[in-house]
Structure formats: structure tokens, C-alpha cells
């Protein structure tokens, strides 16, 4: 989900060039070209981990060419979706939630730390332990990392945290969807981010939420350098409450601060690339990436992606399903790619 940050981009902040001369400058520009930055980062990375998480067995599901492995894995996130939101709902459990959040983050950095440098190990599938950490090395760095993101919630802190697990995330997710089944999955998990945000609602629910908790489960990147998540006063989403003082309406500081994107926003995306480069016998382009051309053309078609999103979000105030445009731009950029490598459509599509 995508929120825009409203009423700052379209302000204008005067920059001097070397004629003397200014120019208007949006100042939601640098925000927006700062979450582009985050997502695209995710995705490189995790492209960049894929060879590394593939070799430590940590695919989620060992039958990749199974589409029943779409149903799980939409049960498993809306179980813990509807957890999550009855526990923001009704204020039960969640001290809990931040510890499951801020657990699950500080794992899967320390798979990223074991694949980047080798050192440590990570329980493999099949184990009881898959993902967990089962070294002092690799403990140590999921230790550290959860201390510092509950004893330090800046923003800044959280979206580098946010890429780095984000980016093993893909892989291990990427590696478990062969090309139909990932497929499916894009579509149908597009349909329901604009479900949740556009009908039910319940996706900016769950965000405020997680705001509350300062969770680096979505990207923020604040238009001025002075804004703080670890104010007493932030509020992710914000929104208009009633001045009893005065009767106006005021609105959240944090709403027209920030630009926000949920991590969820590259990591679907992501899953693509990464099956495309595993599963399509199509020649690497880019191998430090395990990338060709069908997942090149993701990674680009999502960025394009990314485009007409940021579009929606400056014309239209408001919160935005990001998925729907995010997932349109993989897909369309990854069946050129298919079709640029000479691999058959039917192919690409798992047919």
C-alpha cells in the first residue's frame, strides 16, 4: 500500500543554479525518488542473494511448480493480517506483534548476513528450525539487529533494515514460485491489495498500526530532514480529527511529511524476478544479479510500475493499493523480457 504524502510535494522549495537563477523544486521529489531508491535497492539485493539462499536450502516450498503453493501462501499472510489487525483493533497483543515483527526482521537479516559473507549458518528446509539463525555468528547478528530496532525506530533505521531483510525475503520466497505459479500469484495478490485498500479498508488499518509499533514492515522517507518517527507524536497514516478548541478540522502532522510504501510493494514484485532468473533457461545478461532478460525486464517493467503509482499518488490524494500498477509493469516487462531472450510466451506464463 502506498500513501501519499500530500500536501508537501506540491510545494515548491527555490534551488539556485550557477546562472543565479532558481528553479521550483517539488519538495515531495527527493521523497519520492527516495522510496523508488528502497524499492529498487530490495529487489537488486535480493536478485544478488539468490544463488547464495538457494545453496543454503532455504526455499519456502520444495515443489516449486505447484500453484497450491499460492493458497498457502495467501492463507499464511491473511492469518497473519487478520491477527495483526484484531490485535491494532482491539489492543490486545500488540507488544506481541512487535516482537513477532522485529523477530522475523532480525532473522532474515541474519540470513542476508550469512549469504553476503559466508560466515555463520542458517537451519536449511526441512528442519525444524528453517530460517533461524543456528550459529554464534549469525545469532549475534539477529540479536544486535533486534536490539537496535527496538531501542532505536528512526526511519531511517528501519528502511535500511527493512531492505536488507526485504532482500532475503525475496529469494527464499522467489525461489519456492516456479513461473506459473508466480504468476497467479502477482494477479491474485493484486486483487486483493486494492480489495483491502480501496473496499475493506483494512490495509491502512494495519498500517497505522504498525506505525504505532515503529515496525520497519514499510518504507518512510520524510520530505524534511527534521521529521522523527521516535516523536512521541508520530502517527504513520494520520488523518483529520476534530480541534475541540476552535471546531476545525487538523490533520496529523506525520500525513504531509512523509511518503510511505509497504514492504509487501517489493517483495511480491521481487518474487518474480527471482523465479524468472532461477526457472527460465534464458542466458544470464547480468550474472552478479543470477538476472536474464525475463528478469531484467521485471525488475524494469516494475520500476515503470513504480511510475504510474507515484503518478496516482500526486494527482490523487489518498491511500493507493500499490500492487495493482507495481505487479501490471513486472508482469508486462518480464513477458517482454521472455519474448527479447527468445523464450516462448507459454513458457514464461508456465503453460
Known sequence: MSERAADAADDGEDV???????????????????????????????????DE??????????????????????????????????????????????????????????????ALTGVGE???SGSVLMGLPTSPASIAVALVTFAVLWGYPEWYVNDIAAVVFG????????????PLPVVVLLVVWAGYDAYAVYVSGHMQELAAGLGDLRAPIVFVVPHSRSFSMRDPEFDLIGGDEDDEDDGEQSESPA?????????????????????????????AVVPALNANAPALGALVGGLVGMGGLLYLVHRVEGAHAGLPPLNAGVLGGYLLGAVAAGTPITTALGL
Open 16 to 50: 539556485a543554479d550557477a546562472a543565479g537563477s532558481t528553479t521550483a523544486i517539488p519538495s515531495g521529489t527527493y521523497a519520492y525518488v527516495g522510496i523508488v531508491a528502497l524499492y529498487a535497492a530490495t529487489i537488486v539485493l535480493g536478485l544478488a542473494l539468490t
Open 53 to 114: 539462499v538457494a545453496a543454503m536450502g532455504l526455499a519456502m516450498f520444495q515443489n516449486p511448480g505447484s500453484v497450491g503453493n499460492v493458497g498457502v501462501f495467501a492463507a499464511m499472510l491473511l492469518v497473519a493480517t487478520g491477527g495483526m489487525v484484531a490485535a491494532f483493533r482491539y489492543g490486545y497483543g500488540e507488544a506481541l506483534v512487535r516482537v513477532f515483527l522485529l523477530g522475523s526482521a532480525s532473522t532474515l537479516t541474519a540470513v542476508a548476513f550469512v
Open 122 to 124: 542458517i537451519a536449511a
Open 167 to 178: 532482500a532475503a525475503a525475496i529469494p527464499m520466497l522467489g525461489l519456492g514460485f516456479g
Open 255 to 283: 500525513r504531509s511529511e512523509i511518503a510511505l510504501l509497504g514492504l509487501g510493494d517489493a517483495i511480491i514484485p521481487g518474487m518474480l524476478a527471482v523465479s524468472a532468473g532461477h526457472f527460465l533457461d534464458a542466458p
